[in-house]
């Protein structure tokens, strides 16, 4: 899948991984923003492990009263507690049905998305992602739309033609360099999409979870989508995704169908995800220590730019990073992500304490003095 680091982690506790020689590394990019309450949170592992002694697994043809504990925790925690939950298994499967229902709810097949957006590789998710490198001959779709970011007369043009089934759009984009739609843009779109029966999708599969200081980015904005997505730091690195439909869509047997989504497992890390965002506070301190971290950054001179929310956060420079990366990884023993060429993306856990920061920063320090 990737190019691979001559690193193999067996051992993660907190904000840090630990190879087969020892050797500790400061993890601030979550493995792709999945690590959401920390590695091997001991709340996390006794309640997997209590689970895993009942049992693991059933079909969704028996009733589990997991499901309805962890939709009852996350309706409460993220305040959407009037909207239903289906759960799943990823943040493309999760995105693969919340355009089945706008389909199924509109009769109409044309999405549109946005330019740097990245929705998953499954077959209609991955026909509105742009990047025309991973999506092969089967996928392309001459009614998926891609328009510019934060353009809302471009998205009024293409709505009022009347055949669009959906507007799908990232909290926050990840892939595409962290770059966040405008407040006014998302409450254009809400009020667009009410006017030209079409359907509002909030990916929020990178974005949510508490990692931007707010359970969802959209909620900065102040707006309801119709649907919302979810994935990564939902189950701190057991599979799970879920999509939140709003009141307006009605339930049928079959609609939407998973084998594997909502399983006692995948409940039983859900719930403990919650468990420990809510009693510890993990919001709040995305909050704080992410916006310690971005105004240590605006520091350096060498950074061209530093975007952000929370503990989701972009650092551009004008030369290429992957010698930055590099770096950081195999001198200084730190773990980050890219998008591109040019950007750095940190997505550490949501516990990671100040004085790690500090770490970070530190470190960065003496990289960037020497490039």
């Known amino acids: ?23 500790r590394y400061l993890d601030l990019y979550g493995g ?16 997997i492990s209590s689970q895993l002694e009942k ?29 239903s939950l289906f759960l799943c298994n990823s943040g493309a499967e999760a995105n ?62 293409e709505l009022s033609k009347g055949d669009v089934a959906a507007v799908i759009i990232e909290g926050i984009q ?17 009020g667009l999409c009410t006017k030209h029966n079409a359907f509002l999708i909030l990916d929020e599969v990178q974005s949510g979870y508490g990692r931007s200081g707010k359970f969802f980015a959209f909620q900065y904005a102040g707006i309801k989508p119709d649907i919302v997505t979810i994935a990564k730091g939902m189950g701190n690195g057991f599979p799970i995704g879920g999509v939140l439909i709003s009141p307006d869509f009605e339930a049928s047997y079959g609609l939407l169908g998973t084998t594997f989504g909502g ?13 420990v965002i809510k009693s510890q506070k993990l919001i709040q301190n995305a909050t704080t ?44 023993k730190i773990f980050t992500g890219v998008s591109g060429k040019h950007i750095i993306r940190l997505l550490p856990p949501l516990n990671l304490k100040k004085e790690n920061a500090t770490l970070f920063i530190q470190k960065f320090k003496e990289v960037l003095d020497k490039i």
């Open 174 to 190: 990840g892939i595409g360099g962290i770059r966040m739609p405008d407040d006014t843009f998302l409450r254009g779109l809400r």
């Open 96 to 157: 693969e049905n919340a355009l089945k229902l706008a389909s199924f709810k509109t009769n109409k097949s044309k999405v549109i998305s946005f330019k740097n957006s990245f929705h998953g590789r499954t077959s209609a998710a991955v026909a509105i992602t742009d990047n025309p490198s991973i999506i092969a001959p089967l996928n392309r779709r001459d009614d998926a739309v891609l328009l510019p970011l934060n353009d809302l007369n471009a998205v009024e043009k």
């Open 1 to 23: 899948m990737y190019p691979l680091f001559d690193i193999e982690p067996v051992k993660a506790e907190g904000s840090f991984v630990y190879d087969k020689n020892g050797q």
């Open 55 to 83: 049992i693991g697994f059933y079909s969704n043809s028996v009733q589990n009263p997991l499901q309805e504990k962890l939709a009852k925790k996350l309706g409460e925690l993220s305040e959407m507690d009037e909207y």
């Open 263 to 275: 399983n006692h497992l995948a409940c039983a890390a859900g719930i403990a995800v919650l468990d």
């Open 32 to 47: 792709h923003a999945v690590i959401s309450i920390g590695h091997s949170h001991p709340h996390y592992v006794a309640n």
């Open 289 to 332: 220590v992410g916006s310690y971290l971005m105004d240590e950054l605006s520091k350096f001179d060498q950074i061209k730019e530093v975007r952000g929310l929370g503990l989701m956060i972009g650092i551009e420079f004008e030369q290429e990073i992957s010698e930055i990366r590099k770096k950081l990884l195999f001198d200084k």
